[in-house]
């Protein structure tokens, strides 16, 4: 029962992370910008490198987000700043559940 409980866990993590990922993704390449900067070009101009060199960058932002880890990846406008906020309510809610869900 318990390795059914943490392979659940293991996959609904990576599943969040994915949708979360190319949600950033796609506030990067499309969502309008008051900055007319984007962090899609901000950093290393990911519209010129492969397809999944730019899935990585993103998973890279949005692991890095969910666990306080670092990146050289930033918001460059208000709404990437707002997903980057919100995102990290979600992580704080997110591992404070996982933390009691395991106790």
Same mark, same amino acid.
């Given at each position: 029962? %318990? &390795?059914? @409980?943490?392979?659940? &866990? !293991? ?7 994915? !949708? ?6 796609? =506030? ?12 899609? =070009? *901000? %950093?290393?101009?990911?519209?010129? +490198?492969?397809? /999944?060199?730019?899935?990585?960058? *993103?998973?890279?932002?949005? +692991?890095? @987000? ?6 050289? +990846? =930033?918001?460059?406008?208000? &709404? ?5 906020? +919100? #995102?990290?309510? $979600?992580? #704080?809610?997110?591992?404070?559940? /996982?933390?009691? %869900? $395991?106790?």
């Amino acid at each position: 029962r %318990f &390795i059914i @409980q943490i392979s659940t &866990i !293991i996959f609904l993590s990576v599943l969040l992370s994915h !949708i979360l990922c190319c949600m950033w993704w796609v =506030i990067g390449d499309l969502a309008p910008s008051d900055t007319s900067y984007r962090w899609t =070009i *901000a %950093f290393d101009d990911l519209v010129e +490198v492969s397809l /999944l060199y730019q899935y990585l960058s *993103a998973l890279h932002w949005t +692991v890095a @987000q969910m666990t306080l880890g670092s990146t050289d +990846v =930033i918001a460059t406008n208000s &709404i990437e700043r707002s997903f980057s906020v +919100v #995102l990290l309510f $979600i992580a #704080l809610l997110v591992g404070s559940s /996982l933390i009691s %869900f $395991i106790s």
